[in-house]
T-cell receptor
Framework: GQNIDQPTEMTATEGAIVQINCTYQ??????LFWYQQHAGEAPTFLSY????GLEEKGRFSSFLSRSKGYSYLLLKELQMKDSASYLC????????????FGKGTRLSVIA | GAGVSQSPSNKVTEKGKDVELRCDPI?????LYWYRQRLGQGLEFLIY????????KSGLPSDRFSAERTGESVSTLTIQRTQQEDSAVYLC?????????????FGSGTRLTVV
C-alpha cells in the first residue's frame, strides 16, 4: 500500500526557520517531490529528491533518507508569503506513474 | 500553450446533473493527470493518460466518473448524476516524459459545487 504522513498544521515566526517532515511507505520508490499550494491556487513545484541527501534551492532545502522513508522541507528566513500548504508526494515506480500525495501541511507565518 | 488551462474555473450544478470539465495541457506534454482535492484534504488521484496507451483509471471513485483524451491533446473529465460528495476542486496536471524530473505542472483547477 501507499501511505504518506505529514503534520497537519504548523506555525512559525517571520524570519525564523521551519522544518516540515514527511514519512512515507510506498511500493517502490522513484523520487519525492515537495509542492507549495497557496489557498485557492494550484500547487507549484518546489523540489525533487531521488538520492539521499540535501538539495538546496535558495531559502528552501529538501532532504531525503530512502532507508528511513523520510524527507523534510526546510524553509529559512520565513516570510509572510510563505504561509501556504506544503504537499509531500512520492512516485512509486519509474517513469510517469502518478504521484501519491500526502494531505499537506498548512504553515502559518506570524509576525 | 504556456501553461495548463482548465475550464470552467467554477461550476455550480444541481444534484443529479452531469458535468464536463476540460483540461488543455502544455503542448508536447505526453502525460496528463486528473486529481481531486476536497476542502482541507490532500490530492486524490483519479486517472492518468500517457500518450496513446490505455489510461490508468484505478483512482476513479465510481462508474459515474469517466475521462477521455485524444492523443496528447485536450482531456475531458465527465461526472454523471452528480452527488454532493463530488463537490471538490478538480485539478489537472501534465508532464513531459523527459521533463524536469518528471515534475507536474498543474492547472488552476475547476471548483465544482453540487447543490
Amino acid at each position: 500500500g501507499q501511505n504518506i504522513d505529514q503534520p497537519t498544521e504548523m506555525t512559525a515566526t517571520e524570519g525564523a526557520i521551519v522544518q516540515i517532515n514527511c514519512t512515507y511507505q510506498t511500493s517502490g520508490f522513484n523520487g519525492l517531490f515537495w509542492y507549495q499550494q497557496h489557498a485557492g491556487e494550484a500547487p507549484t513545484f518546489l523540489s525533487y529528491n531521488v538520492l539521499d541527501g540535501l538539495e538546496e534551492k535558495g531559502r528552501f532545502s529538501s532532504f531525503l533518507s530512502r532507508s528511513k522513508g523520510y524527507s523534510y522541507l526546510l524553509l529559512k528566513e520565513l516570510q509572510m508569503k510563505d504561509s501556504a500548504s506544503y504537499l509531500c508526494a512520492v512516485r512509486g515506480l519509474i517513469g510517469n506513474t502518478p504521484l501519491v500525495f500526502g494531505k499537506g501541511t498548512r504553515l502559518s507565518v506570524i509576525a | 500553450g504556456a501553461g495548463v488551462s482548465q475550464s470552467p474555473s467554477n461550476k455550480v450544478t444541481e444534484k443529479g446533473k452531469d458535468v464536463e470539465l476540460r483540461c488543455d495541457p502544455i503542448s508536447g506534454h505526453t502525460a496528463l493527470y486528473w486529481y481531486r482535492q476536497r476542502l482541507g484534504q490532500g490530492l486524490e488521484f483519479l486517472i492518468y493518460f500517457q500518450g496513446n496507451s490505455a489510461p490508468d483509471k484505478s483512482g476513479l471513485p465510481s462508474d459515474r466518473f469517466s475521462a477521455e483524451r485524444t492523443g496528447e491533446s485536450v482531456s475531458t473529465l465527465t461526472i454523471q448524476r452528480t452527488q454532493q460528495e463530488d463537490s471538490a476542486v478538480y485539478l489537472c496536471a501534465s508532464s513531459g516524459y523527459r521533463g524536469e524530473n518528471y515534475g507536474y505542472t498543474f492547472g488552476s483547477g475547476t471548483r465544482l459545487t453540487v447543490v
